[in-house]
């Protein structure tokens, strides 16, 4: 009995033991929540480093594209969107029954239209004729500030096509394009206008007898006169003091 009795302290002492083994101890407890923290950590590294990847993928895919579109395509762009304004703008003081030149005047300063105005003389010089190239380059710049586009068909163009109307360096453009008959007559219009102004504009000018000759033919004129234009304001002392014969 005594046996009997004295074996039941021990098998309630080794439960006892597991029991106190299976409790987690303080040491284990910050062991296991450094563990969980440095998870925690590497799956948000890993989230951002996926979501790096893909934002470094969509760059990749934009600046191929713009580096396929044409080098000034922002500028004209932002030109676009610019007469799309002002035509909104047009339209919205039309509908108000206001002049937009009144208004757009209206919100610009004398200052911004000073600058402006040296801008427009500084850009584009009435030098008069130099050579043929900047004759052309001047009829082309005149030409192209005429045309007055039509922007509803624009916005047409623009819903119909998406993203192929503005071309790529992949684009393929021959032969695609029929121009309508409004536009043809447009075209040929403004070419004969531009043949009866060169026809009035290639007649021999008149001859002036108070001018001082000092030339030997008429080749030799034209070419003192261009160089006069460039160099006169440079040259004009030195012609003043040959002519008075103080030169030194």
Not at 160 to 185: F, I, Q, R, W
Not at 221 to 229: C, H, P, S, V
């Amino acid at each position: 009995m005594a046996a009997e009795g004295g074996g039941a302290p021990r098998g309630g002492a080794s439960s006892a033991s597991s029991d106190e083994e299976s409790v987690p101890t303080a040491a284990e407890e910050l062991a296991a929540q450094k563990r969980e923290e440095r998870l925690r950590k590497f799956r948000e590294l890993h989230m951002k480093r996926n979501e790096a990847r893909k934002l470094n993928h969509q760059e990749v895919v934009e600046e191929d594209k713009r580096l396929k579109l044409p080098a000034n395509w922002e500028a004209k762009k932002a030109r676009l969107e610019w007469e799309l304004k002002v035509e909104e703008k047009k339209k919205e003081c039309a509908a108000k029954g206001e002049d937009y030149e009144r208004v757009k005047l209206l919100e610009i300063s004398a200052e911004d239209a000073e600058r402006w105005e040296r801008k427009k003389k500084r850009k584009n010089p009435d030098l008069g004729f130099s050579d043929y190239a900047a004759a052309q380059l001047r009829q082309y710049q005149r030409l192209t500030k005429q045309i007055k586009p039509d922007m509803e068909k624009y916005e047409k163009l623009r819903e119909e096509n998406g993203e192929e109307l503005y071309p790529t360096a992949n684009s393929l453009l021959h032969g695609t394009h029929v121009p309508c008959k409004e536009g043809v007559d447009r075209m040929v219009t403004d070419l004969e206008k531009q043949i009866e102004k060169r026809e009035k504009y290639s007649r021999r000018r008149a001859y002036n007898d108070d001018a001082d000759i000092d030339y030997i033919n008429e080749r030799n004129a034209k070419f003192n006169k261009k160089a006069e234009r460039f160099y006169g304001k440079y040259t004009a002392e030195i012609k003043q003091n040959l002519e008075r014969g103080t030169a030194v």
